[in-house]
């Protein structure tokens, strides 16, 4: 069975601050997809990133960062010099093929104070 | 691009009242839909998930059924709501874009009272 972890439920920082979002997950698969979505008040789902299980490479994209380690099957978000606009939810997810249902973590709900 | 709508917005109704959601995806054919179902301060729960015109997967025996009469609709329903069904009801498209990847709807507020 596939399993999210997102164990941070709430963290609050300071504008300007970095910040990460810790995810772990649990898979039998060899094979297999990790996304990012941030939900923002507004609650719609906005897709951030998707990484297979084959590419461990850090990506980064503006001020986003994620770092995936299958080694610690980790795949965890970091947020850098964070905005106001960075408040939101944000899900990670599984699955083992790209056509399959997502498996989501609980989310954490991210909070930048000005 | 692809957009995927889904209506009404918002949605106050009685229990024991019927229930009609409606998500529809534009640019692209044949995609995977999914119904996703999201809670007061919560995660999201897979409800179902369709492969093609027909094809419904359902994921939790509920007082929910789920239809695809066209390729690119996907609709909720139910004959008789509970409380329990009030969340935050998001629909979902599988898009390739490169890379297949869910994209989601802006989602349909539901309140049973």
């Known amino acids: 069975a596939q399993k999210v972890t997102q164990a941070q439920t709430e963290i609050s920082v300071v504008e300007k601050e970095d910040v990460t979002l810790d995810c772990v997950y649990e898979?039998?698969?060899?094979?297999?997809?990790l996304f990012w979505y941030k939900q923002p008040p507004s609650g719609e789902l906005v897709f951030l990133i998707r990484?297979?299980?084959?590419?461990?490479q850090n990506e980064i994209s503006g001020r986003y960062s994620w770092n995936f380690q299958k080694s610690t099957s980790s795949f965890n978000f970091t947020i850098t010099a964070s905005q106001v606009v960075d408040s939101a939810v944000y899900f990670c997810?599984?699955?083992?093929?790209?056509?399959?249902?997502?498996?989501f973590g609980k989310g954490t709900r991210l909070s930048v104070i000005a | 691009s692809q957009t995927i709508h889904q209506w009404p917005a918002t949605l106050v109704q009685p229990v024991g009242s019927p229930l009609s959601l409606e998500c529809t995806v534009e640019?692209?054919?044949?995609?995977?839909l999914y119904w996703y179902r999201q809670a007061a301060g919560r995660g999201l729960q897979l409800l179902f998930y369709?492969?093609?015109?027909?094809?419904i997967s359902s994921e939790v025996p509920q007082n929910l059924s789920a239809s695809r009469p066209q390729d690119r609709q996907f609709i909720l329903s139910s004959k008789k709501l509970l409380l329990s069904d009030s969340g935050f009801y998001l629909c979902?498209?599988?898009?390739?874009?490169?890379?297949?990847?869910?994209?989601f709807g802006p989602g349909t507020r539901l309140l049973v009272l």
């Open positions: 990484r297979n299980s084959f590419d461990e």
């Open positions: 898979t039998r698969d060899t094979t297999y997809y």
């Open positions: 979902a498209g599988l898009i390739f874009s490169g890379e297949e990847t869910q994209y």
């Open positions: 369709s492969v093609g015109i027909g094809q």
């Open positions: 640019g692209t054919s044949n995609p995977n």
């Open positions: 997810a599984l699955t083992f093929s790209g056509n399959t249902p997502l498996v």
